[in-house]
């Protein structure tokens, strides 16, 4: 079977792709899946560091992870500023040598490129992170500004579309690339537009044929652990840079409902995180 291919895009920047393609890599691995993944976004490489730091981290503390395979693209930056026509050729042999994996997931820049062309024409599984604001949703969806009333679907919506289009003509209609729009860094505080902004969303997933679903909170942990290659999956009572608290059970917990989201199963890594923090706590 080939590889399923999970994209995580959004063509603003500041959404927290990067975050969430980390914390999905990390969930499928500690669900026992293969993982390969491709940084797209060649300037930032913010998924490649992550994993860069998980690497020298465990082997500095003795710990063993599971870590995701990654094709070597060369050097990003020189990669950058590269014709369309060579960085394609990139991704298109770096793409072949990771097909035996079970999943690949491509972690987009901000913008429409034509890397970020290729990756969701391939895509089985697209995720879209989006903060809480009609700012971001304006990407998606145009709104009357006298009434709020959904217009139309914009620029990103558009794109998604064009992409399902042409697999559909390359593969058949059964080849249908699925949409899971969630919304990111939520405050923790409920914010005041946020019921308004979520009934808008619930109208254009019908029109656009998108699934929302939950999406992490700004939480400080999440900054915390980058630095370590670290998620709240996979912290126990060996592996524990930071001090714990409830507050990472529940940041454990919209890890847990977020794969669930995209029909992820998760395994028992970090489950001793719950009684970790409430030792902690106590």
């Known amino acids: 079977m080939a590889a399923q291919v999970i994209v995580v ?36 490489r913010s998924m490649a560091h992550f ?6 981290w465990t082997a500095a503390n003795g710990h063993v992870l599971p870590m995701p ?34 999943v690949i997931v491509i972690d987009t820049p901000g913008g429409d490129t034509a890397l970020s062309s290729a990756a969701h024409a391939r ?14 949703f304006d990407l998606l969806g145009q709104v009357d ?25 390359k593969e058949g209609r059964h080849a249908a690339i699925d ?16 019921r308004r902004l979520e009934e ?6 019908k029109r656009v044929g998108f699934r929302v679903g939950p999406g992490l909170r700004d939480r400080v942990i999440y900054r915390e652990l980058f630095p370590f290659g670290l998620t709240v999956a996979d912290l126990s009572a060996d592996i524990r840079p930071v001090a714990v608290s409830l507050a990472h059970v529940a940041a454990r917990q919209e890890m847990r409902n ?25």
């Open 69 to 102: 395979v990654e094709p070597d693209i060369g050097d990003g930056k020189a990669l950058a500023k590269a014709p369309s026509d060579e960085q394609l050729a990139r991704f298109e042999t770096a793409f072949a040598e990771v097909q035996d994996c079970d």
């Open 179 to 194: 949409w899971l729009v969630v919304t990111n860094r939520l405050a923790v505080a409920e914010a005041r537009n946020r």
């Open 9 to 44: 895009g959004n063509e603003k920047g500041g959404a927290g792709k990067s975050t969430l393609a980390i914390h999905i890599v990390v969930g499928m691995l500690h669900a026992g899946h293969r993982v390969a993944i491709l940084d797209l976004d060649l300037r930032q």
């Open 200 to 205: 808008k969303m619930l109208k254009l997933a």
């Open 145 to 169: 500004p006298v009434t709020l009333d959904l217009l139309k679907p914009s620029i990103y919506s558009e794109s998604v579309w064009e992409a399902r289009k042409q697999r559909a003509i």
């Open 258 to 282: 977020l794969m669930q989201a995209m029909g992820v199963e998760d395994s028992d890594a970090g489950s001793t995180l719950g009684q970790a923090a409430l030792d902690a706590a106590a």
């Open 51 to 56: 994993f860069a730091n998980r690497a020298a």
């Open 123 to 136: 895509a089985d599984l697209i995720v879209t992170p989006m903060n809480d604001s009609f700012v971001d």
